[in-house]
């Protein structure tokens, strides 16, 4: 897990992530440019979204405090990368893992690690109690409602049309839901539904238990309800989680095992997560 950025309230100055932001500031950035005043005609988009650039591609973990590129921005946003252009779900994965995991923006850290497992189910309303009243120190009632809706416009397609649904740039994740309590009201509520996650890549899974955990063993409980573990940032159910273990075990050569109702994950050989990343990639472009 990525630690040591700051986590903060607002600063995507009211844009979502749009899908071919990330590129675009990756390309930016290895063409020796910075973002300043220049920025927008250099990137081709409005001086206002300059910043939101530079913010989302920190809030991914692909630039560090100092706006120099990260390994993970490298290994997939290259121009010989493993999806520069995210046509492969299993990417969309990954950026949301970071998200939650780099914990440099606030809210998606706070619904995913901790907000979610009290309310699965919840209004803006119950959030904004929560978070302003927690955090009331960082966040303000204006700060907040700008969040919320970057949120909302990053997980929840906006509408049938494929076309614009490619503005949310992790829509096609349906793990956010949106839910009216009825047609004459505007009172929304929103789920985040624990499933098995089959469509998640084990190659995924296994890159971030790496990425998260040290060593040859990783425990079950710590995977599922860890901060920052898959079964919390995946919204997984045991049993998808205990399916996942199993075939990473049966694929990269680690023991799967149940011992006096303590279960593991054990490696003879650690993984090394690029690699693994690697291998799924090849096989899904050959």
């Known amino acids: 897990m990525e630690e040591g950025k700051k986590r903060i309230f607002s600063g995507h100055e009211s844009f979502e992530c749009r899908r071919f932001w990330l590129k675009k500031g990756y390309d930016h950035i290895v063409a020796g440019n910075k973002f300043n005043d220049e920025a927008g005609i250099l990137l081709g988009v409005g001086r206002n979204m300059v910043p939101s650039i530079r913010y989302w591609m920190r809030a991914y973990g692909l630039l560090n405090e100092s706006d120099n590129l990260t390994e993970f921005a490298r290994l997939i946003f290259n ?42 189910e919840f209004s803006k309303e119950q959030l904004a109690l929560y978070i302003l009243t927690n955090y009331k120190q960082d966040v303000n009632e204006a700060t907040f409602t700008k969040d ?94 205990s399916n996942k273990l199993d075939a990473i075990a049966s694929e990269f050569g680690a023991v799967y095992s149940d011992n006096a109702g303590i279960r593991e994950l054990q490696f003879k050989n650690r993984p090394n997560p690029i690699k693994v990343l690697k291998q799924y990639y090849q096989a899904y472009v050959g």
């Open 79 to 120: 121009s010989d990368g493993l999806d520069p252009y995210l046509e492969d779900e299993a990417t969309l994965w990954l950026l949301h893992y970071k998200l939650v995991s780099v914990k440099y923006a606030a809210i998606y850290d706070i619904i995913f690690n901790d907000f979610r497992k009290q309310k699965p």
């Open 148 to 241: 919320f809706e970057a949120f909302t416009k990053t997980y929840i397609p906006k509408s049938d049309d494929v076309e614009e649904n490619f503005e949310g740039i992790l829509t096609e994740l349906n793990l956010v839901s949106e839910h009216k309590y009825n047609k004459g009201k505007e009172k929304r509520f929103f789920v985040i539904e624990p499933t098995d996650k089959k469509e998640i890549p084990v190659e995924v899974i296994l890159y971030c238990l790496l990425s998260r955990y040290e060593g040859n063993s990783i425990s079950f409980e710590n995977a599922f309800a860890d901060d920052s573990s898959v079964g919390v940032v995946f919204a997984m159910t045991k049993q998808g989680l």
